[in-house]
């Protein structure tokens, strides 16, 4: 098994292809590593900054040299990307690298598909860098006829197959034009926005190896028509040793294989399995059963994990019996005293990702969030947005204020609280395609958010808080006091602001001291709109 690195943050071809294209020229699998300081594979991608002492680095390439360059050892050096990336880690190493093959192992991408396969034929694809995929020029071409859209979210040989029914292809994304130069197909650069990172230094890196390289890119900064921006591709005859590239990994794949006779869910496998949610619970079973029938209910598949903090209330925990039977993971940790510690769910996140070639997107969630009201499609929604907003760590539903009954001891203390973090603000829109999603900006405790592959959780990261009709109930302010005093007597204030008793002793009588907040809602023509209510 080879233990390899790449870029998880983002769902993006050019980086998924990694495995693919490792398990295809060395009949080993891979296992996803973050662990930089014990033996791993770098492959696809501008990932070389990366590198350290204890990389092989097959074909990978700068990003730019000012952005880092890595420290490899020149021995482990078995490819890259192309003569660009050589000269600059030459220079850093002060070592001249040995004669290595030049290339980007996306230039093998065509042995991952099969013959194109009879069906719509398009004149042109258009392949959007995950940054340009918003971009009013980018959704003016799709209107066109005989142009595609390529999604550079999808699986690669989903995307890589779909480019194979193209005639022609421009693109914003690297691999987009190697995937194309790969599989035959004239392609040319182009440059939408200037989002791109790098300031083209890996597109110069990749067109260094053409016997007819593109300079610049072209700047789609106006309308074009389809057969104008077809006159702009060209095969690049790129000069590349396909043979010698696929053998530098060969000859050195014992020296990177990792011996493990633990039974693994394989990349491809773990791509197509459930969301796993993560519960923190205490002593509230039977809040636990409403969240968890509302989470089966949504159009995403998912896995329910309860990670129990020391629950001793006989109801709850026959409620946890119950569930496990039905085939539900309990995890039976320790009772906690502090928000700090609501984080030692990690330890359940690690354990259950360990069997995965490849960890994915997770949900960590307290048990009081309901989303029983929310659209099914919620889960998809918020990986869109991951996707989509790279400087975020997770995507949550705001917590809906509207219902919220009057006869709920804490109702002054929640509305002042909620209206003046987050319902006073006007939302922020982001649209895609015919999807209309209404937003904020806003940091997430362990209130439910969806978590980016690969990266611990942890509390009140910076995140993105969906409007309706995402949006989810918090079942403490839609409980009578009568009901859960197992929970309220035995909870800690520090953790629980709500239905916890030493909260309710002393917040029962707050007035209230806002009097409208904005709502979001659907208009009667069925498009999102916000409203100002009057409390």
């Known amino acids: 098994m080879i233990p390899l690195n790449y870029f998880l943050r983002i769902n993006n071809v050019g980086d998924k292809f990694s495995p693919e294209i490792v398990r295809a020229v060395s009949g080993k699998e891979t296992k996803w590593t973050s662990n930089l300081s014990s033996k791993h594979l770098l492959g696809a991608g501008s990932i070389l900054a990366s590198a350290t002492e204890h990389s092989y680095v097959w074909g990978s390439g700068i990003m730019n040299p000012r952005l880092g360059i890595g420290n490899p050892a020149p021995s482990r050096v078995l490819a890259l990307r192309g003569k660009l990336s050589y000269t600059e880690l030459s220079r850093a190493l002060r070592s001249r690298l040995s004669d290595i093959p030049l290339g980007d192992p996306g230039f093998l991408s065509n042995i991952l598909v099969d013959k194109p396969q009879l069906g719509d034929r398009f004149d042109l694809a258009v392949i959007p860098h995950y940054v340009d995929q918003t971009n009013p020029y980018v959704q003016s071409l799709s209107a066109l006829d005989g142009v595609r859209v390529l999604d550079v979210h999808q ?16 693109s914003s994304s690297l691999h987009g034009l190697i995937f194309s130069e790969s599989l035959g197909i004239p392609n040319a650069w ?21 016997k007819r390289p593109q300079a610049d890119a072209v700047s789609i900064n106006r309308t074009w028509s389809r057969s104008d921006l077809a006159d702009l591709c060209q095969i690049h005859e790129m000069e590349i040793d396909t043979d010698a590239l696929s053998a530098a990994l060969v000859k050195r794949v014992d ?21 796993p949610i993560f519960i923190i619970s205490f002593n509230r079973g039977d809040q636990l059963l409403k969240v ?26 026959s409620i946890l019996d119950n569930l496990e039977r039905s085939g539900v993971t309990i995890i039976r940790s320790t009772a906690i005293n502090s928000p700090e510690e609501l984080d030692n769910i990690n330890t359940t996140i690690e354990m259950y990702f360990s069997n995965w070639a490849e960890p994915g997107r997770y949900v960590v969630t307290d048990g009081d969030v309901d989303l029983s009201g929310a659209a ?3 889960l998809s929604v918020f990986d869109l947005l991951l996707d989509n907003f790279r ?4 995507v949550g539903p705001m917590l809906r204020i509207h219902d919220i009954p009057s006869t709920y001891s804490l109702y002054n203390h929640a509305m002042n609280r909620h209206i003046d973090q987050f319902w006073h603000k006007e939302p922020s829109w982001f649209t895609r395609d015919e999807i209309k999603i209404a937003y ?24 993105l808080r969906i409007y309706y009709p995402y949006d989810a109930r918090h079942l403490d302010w839609y409980e009578d006091e009568s009901e859960g005093e197992a929970y309220r007597m035995t909870s800690s204030p520090a953790i629980s602001h709500w239905n916890s008793q030493k909260p309710i002793d002393a917040m029962r009588d707050e007035p209230l001291r806002f009097f409208d907040y904005i709502r979001v809602l659907r ?6 709109t916000m409203k100002k209510e009057i409390l």
């Open 376 to 378: 099914p499609d919620i």
């Open 523 to 528: 208009s009667p023509d069925g498009t999102l």
């Open 440 to 463: 904020q900006r806003a940091p997430i405790d362990t209130t439910f958010a969806l978590y980016r592959a690969g990266e611990r959780f942890h509390r009140l990261q910076k995140g």
């Open 190 to 210: 182009v440059e939408f926005s200037n989002q791109v990172a790098g300031e083209g230094f890996k597109f110069r890196d990749w067109f260094s190896l053409a």
């Open 292 to 317: 968890v029938d509302s989470y089966n209910r949504l159009s995403t598949d998912v896995d329910i994990v309860i990670h129990d903090n020391g629950s001793f209330d006989h109801r709850t925990l």
């Open 391 to 394: 400087d975020i760590a997770c």
């Open 155 to 170: 699986e690669p040989k989903a995307f890589i197959s779909a480019l194979a029914q193209c005639q022609y292809a421009i």
């Open 255 to 275: 020296d990177i294989d990792i011996f493990s006779d633990r039974k693994i869910y394989t990349f491809d496998k773990c791509r197509s399995r459930p969301v």
